[in-house]
Structures are given as C-alpha cells and as structure tokens.
C-alpha cells in the first residue's frame, strides 16, 4: 500500500474533526485506521481496506449532507 503517511495524516485530521461534530463512532473507525497504519499492521490485518472504505464512503455521504443543506 503507498501513502501510508498520508492515510495516517488525514486520519489524524478527521479524528479531531469527527469528535467536534459529535460524530464519534466515525472518529472511532479513523483513529483506528490510523493506529492501524502507524503500527504498521495495515498489510496484515483482516478487513482493513473495508474499513478504509467505509470511511471514504461514510465522508462522502456526510459531505453530500451538507453540501445539501447549504444549497
């Protein structure tokens, strides 16, 4: 897997993120994929690009949330 770096980065970022609008269960998901990647467990462990996409796919959704209520 590249940009490993870059996943924890922004994984980081979305914890912070995630907690401050009270969504902790995604802010969960991320600080373990995070914990995951900086252990450096993420080619072994089961189900972790699943994770990864249920969190892409859960931010996606949320920014369509929003992007709706602003329009």
């Known amino acids: ?6 996943i924890v980065r922004i994984a980081h970022i ?8 009270g969504a902790y269960a995604l802010a969960e998901l991320a600080a373990t994929i995070e914990l995951t990647v900086k252990r450096n467990e993420h080619g072994s462990v089961a189900g972790f690009s699943d994770q990864l996409e249920a ?9 369509a949330k929003v992007e709706g209520m602003v329009k």
């Open 55 to 63: 969190l892409y796919t859960a931010l996606v959704e949320m920014n």
């Open 1 to 6: 897997m590249r940009n490993v770096g870059s």
């Open 14 to 21: 979305y914890i912070t993120a995630l907690r401050y609008i």
